[in-house]
């Protein structure tokens, strides 16, 4: 199988990967709506909108700094690292993420979109500029923006809330012109993320889906590779270097 797919990236010179939750999921990173998932203690619309923050900040906060905490503990993990290492063998490759922890960058890849923002930054609630990222945030006593007196929050995309339109508008260049596209360790629910492999698809891209469980977009996908990212990307990259 994997001797099919390295023939596959081998043969095309533009490819683009989306990637969710799952694939830091081996960096113990719990993942959304998985088991032991984030959300299987709060509830999305509980904590991650502007709703929530506006009407429990502290909560909001206090999750926030747990899961930062948690990500200030974590690696990179194989799967990272492969996509990391892909890209520099491939002419023209684009990483898209859900994730918001940042483990792209740490394992080396250059540039990342990342569609949902990042959890270690902080913008003003009002003003929308970032603060200085080394402020640790007090749940209970919440600073205040330096230009308008807003408070701070995570500089993350909430549900409801637009993403930033160049990273979105970008992401999905990427996608209706590439002639293959991963879908690595994502659900494929949460919109407009969700719309990219599809539009991928559309344009005439091969797609490639790699998950231990099937998802939405499985039956369209031309491979699904059930299995860990990191196990799966690295036996991708090692058959694609032994036959090139
Ligand atoms: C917007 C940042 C509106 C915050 C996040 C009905 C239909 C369609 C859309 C909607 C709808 N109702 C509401 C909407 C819109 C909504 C949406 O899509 N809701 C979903 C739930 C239906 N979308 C939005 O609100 C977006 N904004 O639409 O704006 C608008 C429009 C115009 C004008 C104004 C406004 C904003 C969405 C962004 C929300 N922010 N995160 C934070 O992180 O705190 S989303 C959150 O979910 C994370 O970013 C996460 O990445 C993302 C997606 O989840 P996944 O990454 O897929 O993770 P999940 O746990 O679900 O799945 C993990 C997968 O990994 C599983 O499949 C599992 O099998 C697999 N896995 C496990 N282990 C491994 C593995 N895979 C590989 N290897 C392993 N080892
Ligand atoms: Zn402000």
Wanted: charged fraction near 25%.
């Amino acid at each position: 199988m994997y001797e099919e797919i390295a023939k596959v990236v081998r043969n095309c010179g533009k490819i683009a990967v989306l990637t969710g939750a799952g694939i830091s999921a081996e960096s113990g990173v719990p993942t959304f709506r998985g088991k032991e998932g984030l959300w299987g203690k709060f509830r999305p619309e509980e904590l991650a909108t502007m709703d929530a923050f506006m009407a429990n900040p502290e909560i909001v906060w206090e999750w926030y700094n747990w899961r930062r905490q948690l990500i200030g503990e974590v690696q990179p993990n194989p799967g990272h690292y492969a996509l990391a290492e892909l890209a520099s063998e491939i002419d023209d490759f684009s990483l898209i993420t859900q994730n918001v922890d940042g483990l792209h960058r740490a394992a080396g890849s250059r540039e990342v979109l990342e569609l949902h923002g990042n959890i270690m930054f902080n913008k003003c609630v009002k003003c929308n500029r970032r603060a200085p990222e080394d402020i640790d945030i007090d749940p209970s006593n919440i600073p205040a923006c330096e230009h308008c007196g807003g408070s701070l929050r995570p500089d993350v995309v909430w549900f409801g809330e637009m993403l930033d339109r160049e990273v979105i508008s970008e992401a999905f260049r990427a996608a209706e012109t590439c002639e293959l596209f991963f879908s690595v360790g994502t659900s494929a629910i949460v919109h407009p993320a969700a719309s990219l492999p599809i539009s991928a698809k559309q344009a005439g891209a091969t797609l490639i889906e790699v998950n231990p469980e099937r998802t939405p977009l499985s039956d369209l996908a031309d491979y699904y590779l059930a299995g860990p990212s990191g196990e799966v990307l690295p036996q991708i990259l090692e058959a694609l270097r032994e036959h090139s």
